[in-house]
């Protein structure tokens, strides 16, 4: 069900994407998690994550295009079987969770991905990190496209230029977003509607990449993620209250 007639879902789907495409282009950092807790204020979890999906994966590609010269496959290879057995661990719930489940979980990951950056240091460099945290990127991605910040906080011990960074994580988010498309897929989570909202709103992720790509480098990211974190903040507070009406 998505709300044509309701203003604010338009907005919301907007602002979600500028946040999302300025996140994947512009800034090595899990912002695009905001897209998806923005528009469940207005429609079904399971909707927005399947409208969500084939922007991503536009706005992916387009990411890709711009930093493909600065990946480092090396990480790739550490990252991405983490990720592909989180998405089979992903795809096992995917439907079978009730939308106050999923809703809860979406509310409890935006509360905490919000307020945990100073321990972003220290959870990097646990024990394994790479399978820890790409694991848990590809099964909260899986669900709710909040892969972002997991696999982040192993960026971070990582230490990377900053363009190396933007461009290994549109690779990650790309191979993952292409796989999830099969389970979305058999789990009929699209339908004509959706797809031509996607459709409409693709120039919107198109213009959150180009702006982001623009402006890297340009502003800070610390404010920049400020914003984002306490958007996150926000849409987890009145997430949490509705899961428990």
Sequence with gaps: ???????????LAVIGLIFTGISKSGFASGAGTVVVPLLTLTMPLSSAAALVLPLLLLMDARTIWHYRQHVIRSELQHIIPAALAGILLGSLVLGKLPESVLQLTLAILCILFACWQPLTRYLSQLRGAAWLWGGIAGFTSTLIHAGGPPINIYLIGRQLPKLRWLATTAIFFGVMNSVKLVPYYFLGQWHQTLLLTALILAPVALAGVW???????????????????????????????KAWL
């Design 211 to 241: 702006l982001g790509h623009k402006i890297q480098g340009r502003i800070s990211e610390v404010r920049f993620m400020a914003l984002c974190r306490v958007l996150l903040l926000s849409s987890g507070v009145i997430l949490l209250g």
């Design 1 to 11: 069900m998505i709300p044509y007639d309701q203003p604010l879902f338009w907005v």
